[in-house]
């Protein structure tokens, strides 16, 4: 693997930077002020679609999607740095490049697997950012780690398809722009195991779509995200045509879904250390405590120390998965798509976790952005499958080679 990016790549890390110090830096404080300000809690600010403008005059726009004449046609390699310089404002910078999450990951899903019908009617407005989306897999009465479990059924009636369950942390659903749902559901519980399971998509205004409540995150509406719905579906009939894929695809599509998702997820992650980091270095270095700065004391010093270490690990660890999977695919970096989701977010959790403690109580208030940022690495330890269920899958990987060979 080169280490060095190409000047593409080069080219749009220098325009980012430039955009993210002269707006996106600039925005922050009004972002808080119009969300304080706000009706509802995952209303978005007039000052994002100030942003986006301003990202799409400068070509900063869908630059997530490689195959698609209107994606940034970026490898997983090309993108991963940029991804990081997005982490450092996650509130914010992700959506003014129309690159937030779930948006990115349902466009890829239509653009791979949708039907010229639908990727006309709703992959088109998303990747022109007019729309918003929502995806819904996770069901609160199952354990949902283990997707086998999930319940909701997607029954065949003549040409139509009927719904109905209840999903949660249904991603995106509360905001306002949302407009279209992709469910996993049950198509045919007599199938082999992986192949019960289909995607489908659902209008959110369809008869039948309930959205009960908003969830929060550590007490945030999670508004990057568009925040987490739980939503009933009683008796929702969508057009057959509304299948993604075909019947028993369900599972091959979450899995194309969420390979190039971890790394976007990972590398933010790594932004979100190296903002939490360099707000530690100036507060350690400004910070008076019996006599000297803090930046002076031997566990400060250590906590920077070890956090430089773990943040350049959990890159290279990254890059390494993003060119993985551009040379032998998905699959082929299978390994290390589900280690970066282990490794990542416990590293941002830590660098983070130190920032804080080294703000005092400062640190825990509105008044930076740590506290937000923790509650988000600690929710990727969750988001797209628990650390758990990842660690159970890779060991297996691991012990199967001893395994076939009797050793």
Same mark, same amino acid.
Not at 188 to 204: F, G, K, N, V
């Given at each position: ?247 028993? @695809? *369900? ?5 194309? $879904?969420?390979?190039?998702? &971890?790394?976007?997820?990972?590398? +933010?992650?790594? !932004? ?111 988001? @797209? *499958? ?5 660690? $159970?899958?890779?060991?297996? &990987?691991?012990?199967?080679?001893? +395994?076939?060979? !009797?050793?």
């Amino acid at each position: 693997m080169d280490f060095a990016f190409d000047a593409r790549t080069e080219e749009l890390r220098e325009q980012l930077l430039a955009f993210m110090n002269e707006h996106i830096y600039p925005a922050e404080p009004v972002f808080a002020e119009q969300v304080e300000a706000a009706p509802c809690s995952w209303a978005r600010p007039q000052v994002i679609e100030e942003l986006k403008t301003e990202a799409r005059k400068r070509g900063l726009w869908n630059l997530f999607l490689p195959h698609h004449p209107q994606g940034g046609g970026l490898t997983n390699l090309q993108y991963a740095p940029l991804a990081e310089i997005t982490g450092h404002s996650p509130a914010l910078a992700p959506e003014a490049l129309n690159c937030a999450a779930p948006d990115t990951g349902n466009m890829e899903l239509l653009a791979a697997f949708g039907t010229a019908q639908q990727q006309e009617r709703w992959l088109e407005p998303l990747l022109d950012g007019r729309i918003r989306s929502a995806f819904c897999m996770t069901e609160p009465d199952v354990a949902s780690s283990d997707a086998n479990n999930i319940a909701t059924r997607v029954e065949r009636h003549g040409d139509t398809y009927v719904i109905n369950g209840t999903k949660w942390w249904s991603t995106g659903a509360m905001n306002p722009g949302c407009e279209i749902l992709i469910l996993m559901g049950k198509t045919d519980p007599s199938a082999e195991r992986h192949r019960q399971q289909s995607m489908i998509l659902i209008p959110r205004d369809t008869q039948g779509v309930n959205v009960r409540r908003g969830t929060t995150v550590f007490g945030y509406p999670d508004g990057p995200h568009g925040g987490h719905a739980e939503i009933e579906f009683r008796d929702v009939r969508v057009p057959a045509a509304n299948l993604l894929g075909g019947e028993g @695809d *369900g599972f091959a599509i979450a899995q194309a $879904r969420l390979g190039p998702g &971890r790394v976007h997820h990972c590398m +933010r992650m790594v !932004g979100m250390a190296e903002r939490a980091l360099e707000l530690m270095c100036r507060r350690a270095t400004h910070r008076i405590a019996f006599g000297k700065p803090i930046a002076e004391q031997g566990v400060v010093q250590d906590w920077i120390a070890e956090s430089r270490v773990r943040i350049e690990a959990a890159r290279l660890l990254v890059l390494k998965t993003a060119w993985l999977m551009d040379t032998v695919g998905n699959k082929g970096a299978h390994t290390e798509i589900q280690a970066i989701k282990i490794a990542t977010p416990r590293m941002a959790q830590w660098v983070i976790d130190r920032a804080i403690q080294a703000h005092g109580a400062a640190g825990i208030t509105q008044d930076f952005p740590l506290a937000q940022l923790w509650s988000g690495a600690r929710t990727l330890r969750f988001a @797209d *499958g628990p650390d758990e269920v990842h660690k $159970r899958s890779l060991a297996h &990987r691991e012990l199967r080679r001893y +395994r076939a060979t !009797g050793q």
